[in-house]
């Protein structure tokens, strides 16, 4: 299947994000995350700070796509490519972001399961940030909705009203295993290795943003150069349709919507 730049993908790496610079390289971070977890929405507040660099998803297939199109440079290897983002995605004070889903790592290190490779490149990041969801059911529909529309964010709007979408619950399925996946993975590799980790839930953040989004900040030490949160960035996209296709899948697995 041919992969697809989408506009989101375009903005991403759009220059008018990039930082004035080049500047050195002080500090590294990763946002460790699964599909839909609320990373986009954690990774946008740290950009709108200026003082954490943009954590974009540098490992997902489509970046590196639009980058190698943009400069001519058709076969820019990642390593290459995330030298390129360290250059202009660097914010004035040093810190450099990136997030990853736990199957784009190993996509970009074409392997089946982590490798010395791998654990070397995490290493590579003073601080470690684990978001995930509680509400799993939810995640996998909102995964298959964006899979469906190609809508991701509050920034998009869908091509075709919401009542219009037709999902079904198997389809939901697939995306749950997929969040699953993602989320297992990085639990293993974070039990089996030892490597600390601050964690984040999703409903936390949304429930509580200013007070969550002030404790990535200590951690990632630049909480003084940073005296106000922004605004959340994004808007909640789950609407009416989510809390249908929710009640359906919960009748197609045979479990309580209280239950799940």
Same mark, same amino acid.
């Given at each position: #299947?041919? /992969?697809?730049?989408?506009?989101?993908?375009?903005?991403?790496?759009?220059?008018?994000?990039?930082?004035?610079?080049?500047?050195?390289?002080?500090?590294?971070?990763?946002?460790?995350?699964?599909?839909?977890?609320? &990373?986009?929405?954690?990774?946008?507040?740290?950009?709108?700070?200026?003082?954490?660099?943009?954590?974009?998803?540098?490992?997902?297939?489509?970046?590196? /796509?639009?980058?190698? +199109?943009?400069? $001519?440079?058709?076969?820019?290897?990642?390593?290459?490519? !995330?030298?390129? #983002? +360290?250059?202009?995605?660097?914010?004035?004070?040093?810190?450099?972001?990136?997030?990853?889903?736990?199957?784009? #790592?190993?996509?970009?290190? $074409?392997?089946?399961?982590?490798?010395?490779? #791998?654990?070397?490149?995490?290493?590579?990041?003073?601080?470690? /940030?684990?978001?995930?969801?509680?509400?799993?059911?939810?995640?996998?529909?909102?995964?298959?909705?964006? +899979?469906?529309?190609?809508?991701?964010?509050?920034?998009?709007?869908?091509?075709?009203?919401?009542?219009?979408?037709?999902?079904?619950?198997?389809?939901?399925?697939?995306?749950?295993?997929?969040?699953?996946?993602?989320?297992?993975?990085?639990?293993?590799?974070?039990?089996?290795?030892? !490597?600390?980790?601050?964690?984040?839930?999703?409903?936390?953040?949304?429930?509580?943003?200013?007070?969550?989004?002030? +404790?990535?900040?200590?951690?990632?030490? /630049?909480?003084?150069?940073?005296?106000?949160?922004?605004?959340?960035?994004?808007?909640?996209?789950?609407?009416?349709?989510?809390?249908?296709?929710?009640?359906?899948?919960?009748?197609?697995?045979?479990?309580?919507?209280?239950? &799940?």
């Amino acid at each position: #299947m041919a /992969i697809v730049v989408s506009e989101k993908n375009k903005r991403e790496m759009s220059t008018e994000r990039d930082f004035p610079g080049p500047v050195e390289v002080r500090q590294r971070y990763c946002i460790l995350s699964s599909p839909r977890s609320g &990373s986009t929405l954690l990774g946008r507040m740290l950009y709108e700070t200026g003082a954490a660099g943009d954590p974009q998803e540098y490992f997902n297939p489509p970046l590196l /796509i639009h980058e190698r +199109q943009r400069s $001519g440079d058709e076969k820019m290897a990642v390593g290459e490519f !995330i030298r390129r #983002m +360290q250059a202009r995605r660097t914010s004035p004070n040093g810190v450099f972001g990136m997030k990853m889903h736990y199957s784009q #790592m190993l996509g970009a290190f $074409g392997a089946k399961a982590p490798t010395n490779d #791998m654990l070397g490149h995490l290493k590579r990041y003073q601080q470690l /940030i684990w978001i995930r969801r509680r509400d799993r059911l939810r995640q996998a529909i909102s995964q298959a909705l964006g +899979q469906k529309t190609g809508v991701w964010s509050s920034e998009e709007s869908r091509g075709s009203p919401v009542a219009e979408v037709k999902l079904q619950p198997y389809e939901c399925v697939r995306a749950l295993q997929m969040v699953c996946g993602d989320d297992f993975g990085w639990q293993r590799l974070i039990q089996s290795t030892g !490597i600390k980790v601050h964690e984040v839930w999703y409903e936390d953040l949304v429930s509580d943003y200013d007070n969550q989004c002030r +404790q990535v900040l200590k951690y990632l030490q /630049i909480d003084d150069a940073v005296p106000t949160i922004p605004k959340p960035p994004l808007q909640r996209q789950a609407t009416e349709l989510n809390e249908r296709l929710h009640a359906q899948l919960c009748q197609y697995l045979g479990v309580t919507e209280t239950a &799940s």
